[in-house]
């Protein structure tokens, strides 16, 4: 048994709620934990697109973006400009909305 491995109370760790572990980790100040408003707007782009599990091109077919301007942002070309960050985050918050409003929504 390494140091590292002896100082861990796993009994401890495994009888605890799931708040209480949240509110162990947040008080972690050496490792706060990532919020999607702290990301910034180049990897807000691509989690959102994951989290709607679509690829560069269904995601920029679906919400009218330029293929070319979503590789961009994602890559971190470019970063996108205000407006564009505010609807990412109409998509992100109502993703089926949005679709249905721009008349794509996927056949699935």
Known sequence: MTKHESETDWDRLRAMSDAEAEAGAVADAD?????VDRLTPVTRVKV?????????????????????TLRDWEQGRTEPDQAAQAYLRVIAEEPETVSRALGTRSAA
């Open 48 to 68: 959102i697109r994951r989290a709607l599990h679509l690829t560069q091109e269904e995601f920029s077919g679906r919400y009218l973006i330029p293929l070319g």
């Open 31 to 35: 490792n706060p934990p990532v919020s």
